[in-house]
């Protein structure tokens, strides 16, 4: 009992890098968190500006630009100053919010990964009736649900945690930000029903947008295999590829990290497997997703010639800019 006082903090062991590494990794992180926040504002005001992207699954990507943005921000600028400065403490309040935003926007991203699906299901299986289907009524509920059920998976979870006791010389968190799995081992109380929910509604919320995405693109693929053009079942698949893609490499990452590694002690592969998901998939977003996509080039060169000539004839067109998108941000 005396060693379960009260913990005021924890330490973040972070990246597995040497000292004389740390400038070389600390620069790296801090180019792929700025290319990750201005790749996917980016992506937010080209589909806010340009009434032509706005569109079911131009609504969704710019949920998912979003959710990106908020998943790199949780962990990375905290990562930094530890690199910078070599403290490593986090506040038990600093590390409870952390955890909660975390599981938060890493399970509303698995939700809008299936709604992308579902849109792209719908496009290429129902054609006729996609207008009909993809109402802006349905995408609107659709993501508010998604969002509220989000928040409540993330809150059962901290609720769950805050109900248990840390050992005050066992603090230690080997990764750069606050993981369950991790806390869970830390803990000396028993954690036992804190396992059994996060293999049951935990799994349940992993495996049900999974199995969504499998069984849409199963139907896109049968349906493509139908067509009596090779070319359009390549049209098909190369705009599905990138979304395949990300796919894989989330739900490996997640798979790998929050249920094989339960009952397991902590490795370097954990870590890398965290960077993998928290940063370097948020930093594909507006590559894969945008880059390789005609219509956000379009409404890219569009802003940024009008931009140009504008701005040569009006000094304060960016700002008029700004205030007619965020007229309550700028007064």
Not at 162 to 188: E, G, M, Y
Not at 206 to 214: A, E, K, T
Request: charged share 10%; proline share 4%.
């Amino acid at each position: 009992m005396e060693n379960q006082s009260s913990v005021s903090e924890f330490l973040l062991l972070g990246l597995p890098i040497r000292p004389e590494h740390w400038g070389i990794f600390f620069t790296l992180f801090l180019a792929m968190y700025l290319t990750t926040v201005l790749g996917n504002l980016l992506i937010i005001l080209l589909i806010r500006v340009d009434h032509r992207l706005h569109t079911p699954m131009y609504f969704f990507l710019s949920h998912l630009a979003f959710s990106d943005i908020s998943l790199s921000s949780i962990t990375v600028p905290k990562m930094l100053m530890n690199i910078q400065t070599q403290q490593h403490s986090i506040s038990y309040n600093g590390c409870i919010s952390q955890m909660y935003f975390f599981i938060l926007f890493g399970c509303l991203d698995n939700f809008l990964l299936a709604l992308m699906a579902y849109d792209r299901y719908v496009a290429v299986c129902h054609p006729l009736r996609y207008i009909t289907i993809m109402r802006e009524e349905l995408c609107v509920c659709l993501v508010a649900g998604s969002w509220s059920l989000c928040c409540a998976h993330a809150l059962l979870h901290t609720l769950l945690l805050t109900q248990l006791s840390f050992c005050a010389n066992n603090t230690v968190i080997p990764n750069f930000f606050c993981d369950l799995t991790a806390l869970l081992k830390l803990s000396c109380s028993d954690v036992s029903p804190n396992k059994l929910v996060t293999f049951t509604e935990g799994g349940l919320l992993f495996i049900l947008p999974l199995s969504s995405i499998l069984g849409y693109y199963i139907h896109i693929g049968s349906t493509a295999l139908r067509g009596p053009s090779t070319k359009r079942f390549l049209k098909t698949f190369s705009t599905c590829g990138s979304h395949l893609f990300v796919v894989s490499l989330y739900y490996g990452t997640i798979a790998c990290v929050y249920f094989f590694s339960l009952f397991q002690n902590s490795s370097d592969k954990d870590i890398v497997a965290s960077v993998i998901y928290a940063v370097v998939t948020p930093l594909l977003n507006p590559f894969i997703y945008s880059l390789r996509n005609r219509d956000i080039k379009q409404a890219l060169g569009i802003v940024v010639t009008r931009t140009t000539s504008l701005s040569e004839r009006h000094p304060f067109y960016l700002l008029w800019t700004l205030h007619h998108i965020f007229p309550k941000v700028i007064v």
